[in-house]
């Protein structure tokens, strides 16, 4: 449940606002709480509620509700060593994307999501973004078997090759952003 002690912002549902601004909560089920997938947890952030609508080139994006996603803590260590490594073409990307450069959208490096460690992912779209190279050549089984357990939380995973950014990073943004476009637009 969320508590809003905000004056000006609309009450979250389920909540009666009451003269002072401050909302009691009503006591009903949500709708949230009686369809959470098995063994998950469906957690609202507080902030996405309060927060701009997110846009591409005029388009309003329809945000998916935020759910926490499990995650191996054994490979927090390990995310953190990949983002120091300074692979070329993740860095290429995240000079682009990072600081909401593209679109003020929020990007995350090497997000720890259950037991795989995923380059880029975008909370708000529940978007993965995959950077492709030499080093998956002959593990398109693993990828294939990684790639459906993401999906099966809800995930988009949306694959960009090593040589597409290092030679037409212009044409990878655009492509990302008509991908963004087409998937999440609310028109």
């Not at 998950?40 to 996603?69: A, N």
Request: hydrophobic residues 35%; aromatic residues 10%; positive net charge.
């Amino acid at each position: 449940m969320i508590y809003t002690s905000f004056k000006h912002s609309p009450p979250p549902e389920g909540c009666q606002p009451q003269s002072d601004g401050v909302g009691n909560i009503i006591n009903q089920q949500s709708a949230v709480d009686t369809y959470a997938p098995q063994n998950f947890s469906l957690v609202l952030d507080p902030r996405s509620l309060y927060t701009k609508t997110m846009r591409i080139k005029g388009s309003v994006l329809k945000s998916p509700i935020i759910q926490e996603l499990p995650q191996n803590a054994e490979l927090l260590k390990r995310a953190r060593e990949l983002r120091q490594a300074r692979n070329l073409p993740e860095v290429l990307f995240w000079m682009q994307v990072t600081k909401g450069r593209f679109h003020q959208i929020d990007f995350d490096r090497q997000k720890v999501i259950g037991n795989y460690i995923v380059d880029f992912y975008v909370k708000r779209l529940r978007l993965i973004i995959e950077i492709d190279g030499s080093s998956h050549i002959g593990k398109e089984v693993y990828d294939r078997k990684r790639q459906n357990y993401l999906e099966s939380m809800g995930l988009k995973v949306y694959r960009i090759s090593t040589g597409d950014i290092k030679y037409r990073l212009g044409c990878v943004l655009k492509e990302l952003e008509k991908y963004i476009i087409e998937n999440y637009s609310m028109g």
